[in-house]
């Protein structure tokens, strides 16, 4: 388990392998733990199993089976301990290994609500051996690892499948509630060069109080329908066009919300609009901190992670753009499809491979 | 003159505010004289720039001509005060509403007609240009925003003191000045407006727009509209000083529990900024979510700010823009921000006059042809407002000032400034002994001191000049204004930089001077003169019927019993004015016996029986006994030891201190009486330089190029600086790189107290640099 500060990411290795002997022998408990996780895709009023993502015959510790990836919001942690307490977790006699602010924040709850005991982990190694680790495992299917095409031309820009072979160095940025910076020289060497506050926290607390929606996929839809022009002063906007004496493109933003500061085009805009400019502000600026620890660590690889990313292609080709374009095709920005787990996923190699 | 003119707009349809009451003599000044005007145009504020020239006198003294002036018993030399026109610099800033009755205002006092442009920047220029080129009938020439920036920030580190300051809001004084570095460059320059721009400076035109962020003032402004429904920019600021972000913000706390503290994490931190107002059924208060833009924002560009620096190498980081515009609150998150990044390797400097930096770079844009760099300028005390900011709580000036209007004046000095070659580490010299700002106890003394004394200046500026019936009036304008002065640096010591003995006395100088008080004390200076000019011959005789090692002593006790004779130290003006016949003798029974508060006296001797310095700097103090008596012996010593000698004085006058031009008619006249000193007159191993200053105080790092200059030809290897301006005010820590000595009679007890002497206690420090021992000298005796 990965608890995070909006959500909790939760795997789950289901062995396909078992024999008759061991399903004899197992509890009740544990077959109706693995039931009720494979066989819903949501829990709850909150729960979710990204279907898409299981990764199939898969071989771990010896044994086959599937790796589940679940994600339900901190907030319902409670729920998440009461159902575990209903189902008997506790008499699993395994231990669960977590990471993320939670696994402090929560272990108490976990001993007291469900008598569980919490094996913690720190955050940052779990999600470079997960990383690292999912890379790669996954064979089938779409690449793990991805980039864009042509990312500073919007009618040809395509996803294209990436080899992360020899991935060092490379500069890993996980965009969660807030975002954190890794510089990763190897497997084990790798330091957090910085982080900002300004993060998929930030993306959705903003949107909610400026556009009164609640959900990450509500907060998302009206970006895609807005216009952040609309909201943002552009280069254009104070200089009539390009800003040559210091090569800025007329496109280019100048102040995000600038144009907020007026009365009548507070009035004008739409809460799509807003939406719209949120995301591009805070995707912008994590692109622009990226490009910097990039120049100042002289890393030319970034991969970007966590669960700001999902479902969220305006910013994955905003990020592209932004790398591409700020350093004259210098950096590359990839992406992998498992965006958010890579934590729950380190976590659950460390049950594995106890180091 | 003093009365208010009320404007009239009737013929002007714009909805601007016309009702303003502009007290012109203390607004637009000069305008008579100006030419080359600028403008500065931003979203809220107007900067207008010009150039005028000021005609007022100065005291000129000019000897009589020997030939023709056979009854030699009157007076010494002749005293006048001329009119000279000398050119300053004149920056105004108002809000935006103003423009029309201010450009209104300038069109019906300006005289001149050579001027056919006027520079303009800004982001407002282009809307107001229409507007500009009607009411002026001036030509409205367009400068690059940023270019003007950068040569206005350039103006002002080079030119103004106490320029650059760090913030610190829970410290004894909020704003720590930095001392001027003897080279500006390089430095980055984050301007904060709407959005970021990030600029490295490398010299006076090699500037280059590293970087920047959207996410800048305007973006507080424009969500902050947005989410708290509050308009105004100030009003934003205020909410967010109020209010608590950790309601809004999602901490580390918040996401690891207690257990932040065993992890080694600071619980504080903003792990997610506005992280848990994701949610559709809570209400936050204006002001928390003010203050979470706030921190969100300031972190940012904090934290860019730093990426920048490091991959830049520099550590001088400058910030500018409205949304730093003085405001206590933005400086303080933008400062936390910068050490939280880099644990302090970078600082976060502020400018005083950063408001004015576009246009003061506009106007010298404009006045290339002038070249005013060629120049040092000097801010007019007397004339500029001052940094007024701080936290509302704190001032309740702070928002009745707005729709006033703020000024900076700047005079054009006569030579051009620059480092004493001879300080030992020029970016670390600080000229002032006591920092008023920080030392509460001593800047209510001293404030209480100078006010005390206003009475007295007054009653001196009036006899200076007897010939004139209006002086009485003009006097009680100069008594008003330097009282207001007062009154403001109680409330702001850190208004016009570091609040220090020497500003309070500069200031008053510069007050003098704006009422055409050049030199109050150019009689008393004339007649000290006069009187001492008469012993000078029987003191020089005495002194020679000593044995050497006596004289050595009495030429010490000389210089020492002279500079008790102060017009300007209250308890020996008192003195003075009750007992005229107070004298030589008498000054020398009031020194304090050895040893003295601070004695090296010993050492000085020893090395005076070594080998004679190569050049002596002698920077001179008073007039009259002091350096007649006292300083010239001393001198006259040297010379005859073999040892040159330069002598330091003020370019203009300040109290009773005597001037480069009344030295040069006094030592004219003691050569006359002196083979000793005509020789070296003559020899060209006596030489009178300007210090290029006219305070009664000395900054070492703002010396006349020639004296400079003079130093190094002549490889100076001591120097002297007298009395209690000079040597314990300022430059009593100072240190050189060669021999000094630091001579003086504290003539205020409450000093004296401060330095654990009393009355008329002495210092006499006699310091070599480390790693130059005196010299090995043998035990020879000199001849006398």
Sequence with gaps: MDIGGTLVKLVYFEPKDITAEEEQEEVENLKSIRRYLTSNTAYGKTGIRDVHLELQDLTLCGRTGNLHFIRFPTHDLPAFLQMGRNKHFSSLHTTLCA???????????????????????????????????????????????????????????????????????????????????????????????????????????????????????????????????????????????????????????????????????????????????TLV??????????????????????????????????????????????????????????????GAVGALLELLHPS | MAECVRLDSRTSSHTMDKSITLPPDEIFRNLENAKRFAIDIGESLTKLAYYSTVQHKVAKVRSFDHATKEDASDELY????????????????????????????????????????IKATGGGAHKFRELIERKLGLKVDKEDEMTCLIKGCNFVLRNIPHEAFVYAKHADSEFRFQTTQPDIFPYLLVNIGSGVSIIKVESEDKFERVGGSSIGGGTFWGLGALLTKTKRFDELLQLASKGQHTSVDMLVKDIYGGSH?????????????????????????????????????????GQLACLYAKLHKLSRVYFGGFFIRGHPVTMHTITYSINFFTKGEVQALFLRHEGYLGAIGAFLKGAEEDNPNQYSWGENYAGSSGLMSVSPDMNPMQRARSGTFDMLEMDRLERQLVNLPLLRDPSSYIPDTMDLTEDALA?????????????????????????????????EKFRQKYRHKLQTLRHQPFAYGSLTVRSLLDTREHCLNEFNFPDPYSKIKQ???????????????????????????????????????????????????????????????????????????????????????????????????????????????????????????????????????????????????????QAGLREDRLTLVQSGSSSPCLDLSRLDKVLAMVVRERQTDLVIIEGMGRAIHTNYYAMLSCESLKMAVIKNSWLADRLGGKLFSVVFKYEVPAGKPTSQHSAAPTPS
């Excluded at chain 1, 470079?128 to 980039?147: F, Q, R, T």
């Excluded at chain 1, 901190?289 to 292609?313: D, H, K, P, Q, S």
């Design chain 1, 99 to 277: 990471t993320g602010g939670g696994a402090y924040k929560f272990e108490s709850d976990f001993r007291t609500m469900a008598d569980l005991q919490l094996h913690k982990l720190d955050e940052l190694d779990c999600l470079i051996k997960g990383v690292l680790y999912i890379d790669s495992v996954v064979s089938s299917g779409p690449s793990e690892c991805y980039y864009f095409e042509n990312p500073t031309d919007p009618d040809r820009c395509i996803q294209r499948p990436y080899t992360l072979e020899n991935p060092y160095p490379l500069l890993l940025v996980n965009i969660g509630s807030g975002v954190s910076i890794l510089a990763v020289y190897s497997e084990s060497n790798y330091k957090r060069v910085t982080g900002t506050s300004l993060g998929g926290g930030t993306f959705l607390g903003l949107c909610c109080l400026l556009t009164g929606c609640s959900t990450f996929e509500e907060a998302l839809e009206m970006a895609s329908q807005g216009e952040s022009t609309r909201v943002d002063k552009l280069v254009r906007d104070i200089y009539g066009g390009d800003y040559e004496r210091f090569g800025l493109p007329g496109w280019a933003v100048a102040s995000s919300f600038g144009n907020m500061m007026s009365k009548e085009k507070r009035e004008s805009v739409s809460k799509e609009d807003l939406a719209r400019a």
């Design chain 2, 443 to 475: 800047r209510e003394y001293w404030l209480y001191c100078f006010e005390e004394a206003l009475d007295g200046v007054v009653k001196r500026a009036v006899a200076s000049q007897p010939d004139m019936p209006e002086a009485a009036e003009r006097a």
């Design chain 2, 261 to 301: 503290g065993s992890l080694g994490l600071t619980g504080d931190l903003i792990a997610s900024s506005f992280g848990k107002s994701a949610t559709a059924d809570q209400e936050f208060s204006k002001e928390d979510l003010a203050k979470s833009l706030l921190h969100m924002i300031s972190n940012d560009i």
């Design chain 2, 527 to 677: 007649k000290e003169n006069d009187i001492a000019l008469k012993y000078y011959q029987k003191a020089v005789k005495s002194l020679e019927e000593l044995s050497w090692e006596e004289r050595q002593f009495a030429l010490v006790r000389g210089v020492l019993a002279g500079n008790v004779f102060d017009w300007g130290a209250k308890a020996v003006s008192d003195v003075l004015e009750s007992d005229p016949e107070f004298g030589f003798e008498e000054a020398k029974r009031q020194l304090e016996e050895r040893p003295w508060l601070i004695d090296s006296y010993d050492q000085w001797l020893e090395r005076l029986k070594g080998p004679p310095h190569k050049c002596a700097l002698f920077f001179v103090d008073n007039s009259g006994v002091d350096i007649i008596l006292g300083v010239i012996p001393f001198v006259r010593e040297l010379l005859s030891r073999g040892t040159e000698v330069v002598l330091a004085s003020n370019s203009g006058p300040a109290l009773n201190d005597v001037t480069n031009g009344e030295l040069q008619i006094l030592t004219e006249r003691i050569a006359a009486m002196d083979p000793v000193i």
């Design chain 2, 78 to 117: 002749e005293i006048s005060e001329q009119e000279e026109v000398t050119a300053r610099l004149h920056f105004i800033k108002f809000e935006n509403a103003y423009i029309e009755t201010c450009l209104d205002f300038i069109k019906d006092h300006l005289v001149n007609t050579e001027t056919k442009v």
């Design chain 1, 281 to 342: 502000t805070i995707t912008n600026n994590i692109g622009s901190i990226t490009r910097m620890c990039a120049l100042n660590e002289n890393i030319e690889r970034v991969v970007f992670v966590g669960n700001f990313l999902r479902v969220n292609t305006l910013s994955m080709k905003l990020l592209a753009y932004a790398m591409d374009y700020w350093s004259k095709g210098q950096l590359k920005a990839l992406f992998l499809q498992h965006e958010g787990y890579f």
